[in-house]
C-alpha cells in the first residue's frame, strides 16, 4: 500500500521506470485490477513506469469522504515528485479524475489526458438518483458467489471478467462470513460538477474516446470538446478490458 498526502492509504499497483509516468484511472466502483489485461502491454511498449490506483473509498484503499473530482486529483498527485510529467489515462470517473489533475492545482505536469468513456451529460435526475445511491447503508450477501455478481454488474463488468478471477476478488471483501462490495457505498457523491467547468480549468491537451456502443456518452457529446473525439468499432463502456491492445493503439496514436 502506498500512502497519498493529503488523503487516505491507497493501494497502488505499479510497474516499470523512468519517464514520463502513466496514470491510470479506473471509473466509479471498479479498481486497479480492470488494467489487467494492458499489463503485457506495458511492459514492451511504454518507456517510463505506470502506476494503476485503486481510487479513495474503492477496491482495497481506505474508505474516507467526501468524495469528489478534486479529492481523488489529489490524493493520487501525492503518488509522484513535484513536477513529475505524467500522462493520464482515465475511464469514465477516472476519465474525469484525470481531467481535474491537469488543471495545474496539484503541482504535476500533466502531459496529456486521454479519457475514455466519460459521461459528459447528466440531467437533474440522474444526479440526484447517484446522490440518493451515496446515502444507502452497505449491503451484505450470505454468499461470494452473490456479491462478486453484484460487483461486476455494478462496475460495468459483468460478462467482461471471469467471477473466480482476481479481478473480481478485489471488489468485494469478507468480515464475519458475510460479503460486501469494497468500494464505500458513499463514492457516488462524486456525480454532479460540470464538466464544462472541470474541462475550462485544463492546462493540458485532452482526447476524449469511447466504445460504440458505449451508452454513457455520444460522438456529437464528446466532439463539443475534442474535435478528434473517437470512437472504438464494436466497443462497449470498457475498452481497456474489452480489447486493451485496441485502446493502446489508440493511446500511442495519441501521443504521436
Known amino acids: 500500500m502506498a500512502p497519498s498526502a493529503p488523503g487516505p492509504g491507497l493501494w497502488v499497483e505499479s510497474g516499470g521506470s523512468g519517464s514520463p509516468a502513466l496514470l491510470l484511472l479506473h471509473g466509479l466502483g471498479a479498481n486497479a485490477e480492470v488494467w489487467n489485461g494492458l499489463r503485457p502491454v506495458l511492459a514492451s511498449r511504454w518507456p ?9 473509498g474503492h477496491g482495497r484503499s481506505d474508505h474516507r469522504a467526501p468524495y469528489s473530482f478534486g479529492a481523488h486529483a489529489a490524493d493520487v498527485a501525492g503518488l509522484f515528485e513535484q513536477g513529475e510529467e505524467v500522462v493520464a489515462l482515465g475511464h469514465s470517473m477516472g476519465g474525469a479524475v484525470a481531467m481535474s489533475l491537469a488543471s495545474g492545482w496539484f503541482g504535476l505536469a500533466v502531459r496529456q489526458v486521454i479519457a475514455f468513456g466519460v459521461k459528459l451529460v447528466w440531467s437533474e435526475e440522474e444526479i440526484a438518483k447517484a446522490r440518493a ?45 458475510r460479503f460486501r462490495l469494497a468500494a464505500d457505498p458513499r463514492i457516488g457523491a462524486v456525480v454532479g460538477p460540470s464538466i464544462d467547468g472541470v474541462i475550462a480549468a485544463m492546462r493540458a491537451p485532452l482526447h476524449l474516446a469511447a466504445g460504440e456502443r458505449d451508452p454513457m456518452v455520444t460522438l456529437g457529446q ?16 470498457s475498452p481497456h478490458v474489452e480489447a486493451p491492445e485496441r485502446l493502446w493503439r489508440l493511446v500511442e496514436e495519441t501521443l504521436g
Open 48 to 56: 517510463g513506469r505506470w502506476l494503476a490506483p485503486d481510487l479513495r
Open 133 to 177: 445511491q451515496a446515502l444507502v447503508p452497505v449491503r451484505w450477501f450470505a454468499s461470494r458467489a452473490e456479491a462478486v455478481e453484484r460487483y461486476l454488474r455494478v462496475s460495468g463488468l459483468a460478462g467482461l471478467v471471469d467471477p473466480g478471477a482476481a479481478a473480481a476478488a478485489a471488489g468485494i471483501v469478507e468480515e464475519g462470513g
Open 222 to 237: 464528446m466532439r463539443r470538446y475534442d474535435p478528434r473525439a473517437a470512437v472504438l468499432a464494436g466497443l462497449g463502456h
